[in-house]
Structures are given as C-alpha cells and as structure tokens.
C-alpha cells in the first residue's frame, strides 16, 4: 500500500489566528488554527478537532504546530477526501458592530461556568472601556474590540488585557494603527488615567 503526499505550506494568518494551508501555486485546501489548547482543522468537510497530539501541543512553537496540523489537511486532500476552498471560505472576517454582541463565542459552551467567567471579563471590559465585537473566546483566543478612548480596533487576547497579580490593567493598550488613526498604546498614561475612573481610586 502506498501514500500519497502532497507539498504543502502555511499562508498568512487571519485576525483570529487560522492559517491557511495552500498546495501548488496558491491553491487553499483549508485552514488550520488553534482553540484553546486544541489545534482545529477548516476543511470542505467542515471542522475538525485535532486535540492535542505530541506535535499539536509544544509549547512556544505554534508555528510548528500549525505545520503539523496542516500535514493532516494535506493527507486528506491527497486521500481525495476534501476539496479546494477560496481564501474567503477559511478567512475569519473583521467583526462589523450591528447589533447586540452575544455574550459568548459560538465554540464556547453555554455552561453555567463559561457564563459567569464571560460576565466577570464583560463588566471589566466596560470599566476599562473596550467594546467587544464578538463574544467572549477564553482568555487566551483573540476578540475583537474597539478602544473606546481613541477608536482603535483589533484582536485582544484577554489573558493579556487583564492586570497581573490583583493590579490594574497597564495603559499601554494596543498597538498603533494607520487604518484607525490610533497612537500606540493608545492616548498615553495620564490621558488613560483621566478618562478611566479605575485608575483613580
């Protein structure tokens, strides 16, 4: 019995950190990405959990996981199981605020802890004044938000956001952005001290 095999490579990930696994020119057979501690696939047979295998789950090398998550869409593309995509179909698109945010990321399940966890990190997100586009991902998966202080947009991971050891967030807030206008780490120290009461008790 034989394998086939195919060359494969990883694309430019998206604002939600899906790398796009590409054959030949540019062709997509699907996207790879990781969701908590689990790498997913995004293939033309919908998505898949890879768990956490020796390869999938070294720590400080995502970029060696995703290759080896990506290893199994491209046997399944050689296996004739899946077919080619477009980039569009495993490119996650920038949220557009339209209406009211769910309190939860659609992978997150609504169990009585994840509710009170996203509670607990939406009220902090209000006070610290970050508008969140989409629903509460877990700490360590990238949301989309808008800095209400000078209107930058972009994923944050809360596991970032959030201050270390009972003490407050830093004012540093994000990165500088053309496309918003927005300085980097925000309108400086003592503007986001001015503007966010939090930092004045």
Same mark, same amino acid.
């Given at each position: 019995?034989?394998?086939?095999? +195919?060359?494969?490579?990883?694309?430019?990930?998206?604002?939600?950190?899906?790398?796009?696994?590409?054959?030949?020119?540019?062709?997509?057979?699907?996207?790879?990405?990781?969701?908590?501690?689990?790498?997913?696939?995004?293939?033309?047979?919908?998505?898949?959990?890879?768990?956490?295998?020796?390869?999938? *789950?070294?720590? *400080?090398?995502?970029?060696?996981?995703?290759?080896?998550?990506?290893?199994?869409?491209?046997?399944?593309?050689?296996?004739?199981?899946?077919?080619?995509?477009?980039?569009?179909?495993?490119?996650?698109?920038?949220?557009?605020?339209?209406?009211?945010?769910?309190?939860?990321?659609?992978?997150?399940?609504?169990?009585?802890?994840?509710?009170?966890?996203?509670?607990?990190?939406?009220?902090?997100?209000? +006070?610290?004044?970050?508008?969140?586009?989409?629903?509460?991902?877990?700490?360590?998966?990238?949301?989309?938000?808008?800095?209400?202080?000078?209107?930058?947009?972009?994923?944050?991971?809360?596991?970032?956001?959030? *201050?270390?050891?009972?003490?407050?967030?830093?004012?540093?807030?994000?990165?500088?952005?053309?496309?918003?206008?927005?300085?980097?780490?925000?309108?400086?120290?003592?503007?986001?001290?001015?503007?966010?009461?939090?930092?004045?008790?």
């Amino acid at each position: 019995m034989t394998t086939t095999t +195919l060359a494969y490579r990883l694309g430019e990930p998206d604002w939600e950190q899906r790398y796009p696994v590409l054959i030949g020119t540019d062709t997509v057979i699907g996207a790879v990405f990781r969701w908590h501690r689990d790498w997913l696939t995004l293939t033309s047979e919908g998505e898949s959990n890879l768990g956490r295998g020796p390869a999938l *789950g070294r720590r *400080g090398v995502p970029r060696a996981a995703a290759l080896a998550a990506a290893g199994q869409v491209a046997a399944e593309c050689a296996a004739g199981r899946i077919t080619a995509m477009t980039l569009a179909d495993v490119t996650a698109a920038v949220p557009v605020l339209d209406g009211p945010v769910p309190l939860l990321h659609p992978r997150m399940p609504q169990s009585p802890r994840n509710i009170e966890a996203a509670e607990k990190v939406a009220a902090a997100q209000a +006070l610290f004044r970050w508008k969140p586009y989409t629903g509460f991902p877990g700490s360590d998966n990238p949301q989309w938000q808008e800095c209400e202080l000078c209107g930058w947009q972009g994923p944050r991971y809360w596991s970032h956001q959030r *201050g270390r050891n009972g003490e407050l967030p830093s004012t540093h807030r994000h990165p500088a952005s053309e496309q918003f206008g927005a300085p980097a780490g925000c309108v400086g120290d003592a503007k986001v001290r001015e503007l966010i009461t939090a930092y004045q008790q």
